[in-house]
C-alpha cells in the first residue's frame, strides 16, 4: 500500500475509537522490524524519524527505504518526522514525500508556538502533508531539548482547543505526565487529564514517551 496521510490514519482511529502505535527507526534494519511487525498484525502503523536520523541518511533515502517495504502490507502506514525543531530539516522533510511532521515549538511562549506552528502548518498543507504540534511540556530529553521533571506542564483542554483553532494543525502532542527518553523517576501519568482533553476536543491526541 502506499504512504498514507498520517492526519487521515489519526481521524479514522479517533472515530472508530483505537490508538495507531508510531515507532522510531533508525536504519534500514529497524524499518524491516516495524514493518513487518505491522504485517503480521495487519495493523496500521506511524514510521517515525528523528532529525539526527532524517540528518544522516537524508529525507529522500528515508522515503525510498519505506515506500519499498511498505508496497505490499495490507494496512496504511504514515512517515512522520519526530520533533522537527530546525525549519529547513522540516521542509525538506515536507518536500521529500513525508505524509506528515511535527513542529516542536512547546518550549517557546504560547504566541511564539502558534507563529512557527502556522508557518510550517501552511507549506505543509501546500503539499498535502500533516502536521503535529505540542502544547504542555513533557519532561526528559528529545533531540536536543532537555526538560527537569519539575518543569514540565500539563496539557489543558482550553490551551489544546485555542492552538488548534490557532494554527490549524492536525493532531496535537499533549503532556499527561509522560517522559521523553531514559527518565529518573518513574513518570506519573494522569489519565483523568487525558480522559479530559478526550472529551473536550475533536481532533487526534497524541501521547509521547515510550522508553
Known amino acids: 500500500m502506499p504512504l498514507v496521510n498520517t492526519g487521515s490514519m489519526l481521524r479514522s482511529a479517533r472515530q472508530e475509537r483505537y490508538c495507531i502505535g508510531a515507532f522510531n527507526i533508525v536504519d ?8 513487518k511487525t505491522a504485517c503480521q498484525e495487519r495493523s496500521p502503523v506511524i514510521i517515525q524519524t528523528s532529525s539526527g536520523t532524517v540528518q544522516r541518511y537524508g529525507p529522500a533515502a528515508l522515503v525510498e527505504m519505506t515506500r519499498l517495504l511498505v508496497k505490499d502490507l495490507p494496512a496504511p502506514v504514515g512517515l512522520h518526522l519526530d520533533h522537527g525543531t530546525v525549519p529547513s530539516l522540516i521542509e525538506a522533510c515536507i518536500q521529500a514525500g513525508y505524509t506528515s511532521v511535527m513542529i516542536d515549538a512547546s518550549h517557546y511562549p504560547y504566541e511564539e508556538n502558534v507563529a512557527r506552528t502556522l508557518a510550517v502548518v501552511r507549506k505543509a ?29 500539563y496539557t489543558t483542554p482550553e490551551e489544546a482547543r485555542a492552538f488548534q ?6 493532531f496535537l502532542a499533549v503532556a499527561i505526565g509522560t517522559a521523553h527518553g531514559f527518565y529518573k523517576v518513574t513518570p506519573k501519568l494522569n489519565i483523568e487529564t487525558l480522559a479530559l482533553l478526550h472529551q473536550t476536543t475533536d481532533f487526534p491526541l497524541v501521547v509521547h514517551g515510550g522508553t
Do not use: P, Y
Not at 534500514?28 to 514493518?35: G, Q, Y
Open 125 to 153: 498543507h501546500a503539499q498535502g502533508v500533516a502536521v503535529e504540534a505540542e502544547i504542555g511540556i513533557l519532561a526528559g530529553v528529545e533531540e536536543e531539548i532537555s526538560v527537569e521533571q519539575s518543569q514540565a506542564i
Open 28 to 35: 534500514f534494519l529497524t524499518l524491516e522490524a516495524v514493518v
Open 165 to 170: 483553532a490557532d494554527t490549524g494543525v492536525d
